[in-house]
């Protein structure tokens, strides 16, 4: 190994190192958030969760590209690099009751203990790397970050609670307008039927007005013919009266 790539293992190292400690202090950070029982502190602990599982992976990832290079496909293929859910000493109690913070502290500190010891080892000259350090190492940090996990849930739990126990005000009844062919066509069949009873009233006015004229004009007619029929039949008595006075002459 060069004296370039001794240098760039060392700040790896220290890199790791560093961000093991922040882990621990956001571990602090969060386990005084969860005592405090107010809703402003629940988006300060979605935070914290975010951090601590970022700083985790990262150092998982520092770590395998520091070994890579350095172990065969097979030592590769013996590093623990599973899914922590899948162990099966890890208790899924923690998902409900939540975290032991001790347990998790006491991890936090082996892993910081391995780390060292992992990079005395590393930059040594010809010295080979252990594998079963490494192994534990990740398992750790797995089981950290399964630990993480499982009290980000109990989280997203209560936010799906809250959202369902919100009710939304109900929205007012928006009014019916009608559309603008219904109104054409319902103002025309007024105009149409206004149109109509005017129409018929005018006639029946008109019929009123000639049956009264009709009449008017039978009365007045009656009433020159009765003079007339009266004339006509004192003649007729006259003519007899004076034939009859002819006849005795």
């Excluded at 149109?195 to 009365?219: C, F, I, P, Q």
Aim: charged share 30%; with cysteine; proline share 4%.
């Amino acid at each position: 190994m060069s004296s370039l790539d001794i240098n760039s293992s060392r700040e790896r190292l220290q890199d790791m190192e560093s961000k093991m400690k922040r882990i621990t202090n956001l571990l602090h950070e969060l386990q005084d958030l969860s005592k405090a029982c107010e809703d402003v502190q629940e988006s300060c602990k979605k935070k914290r969760i975010l951090q601590l599982k970022t700083e985790t992976e990262d150092i998982k990832d520092l770590l395998y590209t520091l070994v890579e290079s350095r172990l065969s496909p097979r030592q590769l293929s013996l590093l623990d690099l599973e899914h922590p859910y899948e162990d099966p000493s890890f208790d899924p109690s923690i998902r409900f009751f939540g975290i032991d913070w001790e347990a998790i502290f006491g991890r936090c500190f082996n892993v910081s203990i391995s780390i060292r010891v992992f990079s005395s080892s590393f930059t040594s000259q010809g010295a080979s790397l252990d594998i079963v350090l490494l192994n534990s190492i990740f398992s750790d940090l797995s089981r950290i970050e399964a630990e993480i996990d499982s009290m980000q849930r109990p989280l997203i739990l209560e936010e799906q609670m809250r959202l369902k126990t919100i009710k939304t005000p109900p929205r007012p009844p928006r009014p019916l307008t009608k559309a603008k062919s219904f109104r054409e066509t319902s103002e025309s069949k007024r105009a149409l039927s206004k149109y109509r009873k005017n129409k018929t009233s005018e006639l029946a006015h008109h019929r009123l007005s000639e049956d009264l004229g009709v009449h008017h004009r039978g009365s007045v007619s009656e009433d020159r013919g009765t003079p007339d029929f009266s004339a006509k039949k004192r003649n007729s008595f006259l003519q007899n009266v004076s034939n009859a006075l002819k006849s005795i002459r």
